[in-house]
């Protein structure tokens, strides 16, 4: 940065609160002053920083200026004055910037604030191993949160498979890996939470005080404020994961194994349970699947799929160093239930912080290839179990095709680990399936790799669902219309709705998520014309 513009972001700091509430964000951050300990930034690089997200399906769009907070009271004084404008500007948290469709955007109006980027001053985590819990504050990101407990032999128990997402990030949604079956998702296992609400106040909530914005936070796509602390529940950490694959070429009997493993609740059982769907031979030596390669690499045609759909389970055990003796027996005893290919075992194993961060180096591979940073139309849906093989027949192994460019996981979890007081939206059946179509798009690749075919695919999925009544849900959902929303939320939305009204009257926060409308920001392209008559 240079000092002249060093300056001129200085002179924005100081800006925006001093010349009162009665003009717009532009003119507020023309002439005003928001006193914070952190900074706000107009630099252009930082503006293009957060104007674009992991999808990269929409065209950038800049916000006014971009606050780097360095405490909850920083965001605060923010929120309030976008709250207390005339205009009241929108205000989009953003996390790692790890969502598709532009959900942590602010429009071109808004004050993005970067949770994670550059925090100066923000609160370490504080671990507190007597207690079993950590604070972290909202835009830290999951491996840091693991380097921090894995000092105190502890960690968290419930993941996503990717841990360069931000706390916030992944609580706003639910946060789901392959301990969810047992563990619930992430937000199962948060205690406590400080969040910014719309109206600017700095709240404490949890199961004991302010219990319905605790919950409507939690999965609540950040619409009634933005954590600025987290209490998450640690476990001692194990210290070494056997990671086990296994394949199967019947869907039912890959789905019957999975639906066992997580009924699961003993001392006895695997601590992690996914599984990937394998439509071509690329795809097994893929990013996801470095598993098998280079010392395993797999020949689908060994494994006697007669071309067409394989199923992978994939699993662990987690054990300490002095239990190695006994894990190869607790495996042995596991595996006998099971009824995949036998020929078809692939074992491996490694340190638990390896396995917990093995995306990672899926990640440092694709960027070293410039596959990292290009379209990712993906597609992540929750499919009852009742219809999980309805879907097998119409999407594996129908509308796919035999190319998939990209990865596409498939694990049951239990509804019972949820709480329905989340604003969390699961299908409405004990056992559901997550299905991930984790696709990239490229420029220059074959047909079936192009951003337009790859999105057409995931409309025609959407609409055999439809068609066959298979009642899905999103997972990090995005909708164009009022009424996809009010169908995704269900009977939760009256509630929505109302915490809304309640603690983000003026529908300042998080935008980028297109919920609600606010008449008086005209940032987005309006919903469709029954909807807008509606708000
Ligand atoms: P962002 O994308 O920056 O923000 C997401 C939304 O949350 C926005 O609306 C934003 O305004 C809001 N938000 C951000 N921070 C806060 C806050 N502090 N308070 C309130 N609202 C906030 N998800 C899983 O559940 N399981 C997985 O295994 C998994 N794997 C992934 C792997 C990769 C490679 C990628 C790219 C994503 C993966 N995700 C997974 C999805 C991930 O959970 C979402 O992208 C999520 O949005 C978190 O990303 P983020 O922290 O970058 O948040």
């Keep these: 940065m240079t000092s002249s513009f060093l300056l001129m972001t200085f002179a924005i700091c100081k800006l925006i609160i001093a010349v009162g509430l009665n003009v717009g964000p532009s003119e507020l951050l023309r002439i005003g002053a928001i006193d914070v300990d952190g900074h706000f930034t107009v630099h252009p690089s930082a503006l293009a920083s957060v104007s674009s997200d992991f999808g990269m399906l929409r065209s950038p769009e800049e916000p006014l200026a971009v606050l780097h907070p360095s405490s909850a009271e920083d965001v605060a004084r923010l929120v309030r004055t976008a709250y207390g404008s005339a205009t009241a500007f929108p205000v989009s948290a953003r996390g790692h910037g790890h969502s598709i469709n532009g959900q942590a955007a602010a429009g071109r109006n808004g004050v993005v604030v970067e949770m994670n980027h550059g925090v100066t001053g923000t609160p370490e985590p504080l671990v507190r191993p007597d207690e079993m819990y950590v604070d972290v504050w909202g835009g830290e990101l999951w491996v840091d949160v693991l380097k921090k407990t894995l000092e105190y032999g502890l960690a968290p128990k419930s993941w996503t498979d990717y841990l360069y997402l931000t706390v916030g990030g992944t609580l706003s949604n639910a946060g789901i890996s392959g301990q969810a079956f047992h563990h619930g998702p992430q937000i199962s296992n948060v205690l406590e939470l400080d969040v910014v609400t719309g109206k600017g106040e700095v709240?404490?909530?949890?199961?004991?005080?302010?219990?319905?914005?605790?919950?409507?936070?939690?999965?609540?796509?950040?619409?009634?404020?933005?954590?600025?602390?987290?209490?998450?529940?640690?476990?001692?950490?194990?210290?070494?994961?056997?990671?086990?694959?296994?394949?199967?070429?019947?869907?039912?009997?890959?789905?019957?194994?999975?639906?066992?493993?997580?009924s699961m609740h003993g001392q006895l059982k695997f601590d992690y349970v996914e599984g990937f769907v394998i439509v071509d031979e690329g795809l097994v030596n893929n990013w996801r699947s470095?598993?098998?390669?280079?010392?395993?690499?797999?020949?689908?045609?060994?494994?006697?799929?007669?071309?067409?759909?394989?199923?992978?389970?994939?699993?662990?055990k987690n054990y300490h160093d002095s239990d190695s003796e006994t894990v190869d027996q607790e495996v042995e005893i596991l595996m006998k239930k099971l009824n995949f290919i036998p020929t078809s075992v692939f074992t491996t194993d490694l340190q638990y912080v390896d396995f917990l961060d093995r995306v990672h180096k899926a990640e440092l591979k694709l960027r070293s290839k410039n596959l990292w940073e290009v379209p990712h139309p993906w597609l992540n849906l929750f499919v009852?179990?009742?219809r999980i093989s309805d879907f097998d027949k119409g999407v594996f192994k129908g509308i796919l095709g035999n190319k998939t460019s990209g990865p596409i996981l498939i694990y049951p979890m239990n509804k019972d680990k949820w709480d329905e007081r989340s604003s969390a939206v699961t299908p409405d059946e004990e056992v559901f399936y997550l299905v991930a179509l984790l696709r990239s798009?490229?420029?220059?690749?074959?047909?079936?790799?192009?951003?337009?075919?790859?999105?057409?695919?995931?409309?025609?999925?959407?609409?055999?669902?439809?068609?066959?009544?298979?009642?899905?849900?999103?997972?990090?959902?995005?909708?164009?219309?009022?009424?996809?929303?009010?169908?995704?939320?269900?009977?939760?939305?009256?509630?929505?709705?109302?915490?809304?009204?309640?603690?983000?009257?003026?529908?300042?926060?998080?935008?980028?998520?297109?919920?609600?409308?606010?008449?008086?920001?005209?940032?987005?392209?309006?919903?469709?014309?029954?909807?807008a008559a509606s708000w």
């Design 203 to 262: 709240m404490r909530c949890s199961e004991e005080e302010n219990t319905r914005l605790f919950h409507g936070v939690l999965g609540g796509l950040g619409q009634f404020g933005i954590i600025t602390r987290a209490r998450i529940t640690l476990e001692p950490a194990p210290q070494r994961v056997r990671w086990i694959r296994v394949l199967y070429s019947s869907f039912r009997v890959f789905t019957e194994d999975q639906e066992y493993l997580i």
């Design 290 to 316: 470095s598993f098998f390669s280079p010392r395993n690499p797999v020949k689908i045609s060994s494994v006697s799929s007669n071309g067409s759909v394989l199923y992978c389970l994939e699993i662990t």
């Design 384 to 386: 009852p179990k009742s």
């Design 441 to 531: 798009a490229l420029k220059d690749g074959e047909e079936t790799q192009k951003l337009e075919y790859l999105k057409d695919q995931n409309r025609r999925i959407l609409e055999f669902c439809e068609q066959a009544k298979i009642n899905v849900k999103q997972y990090l959902p995005h909708h164009a219309t009022q009424e996809e929303w009010e169908a995704h939320f269900g009977d939760k939305w009256d509630r929505f709705r109302s915490l809304k009204a309640e603690f983000d009257p003026r529908h300042i926060l998080a935008t980028g998520q297109r919920i609600f409308q606010n008449p008086s920001l005209s940032l987005f392209p309006p919903l469709s014309s029954s909807s």
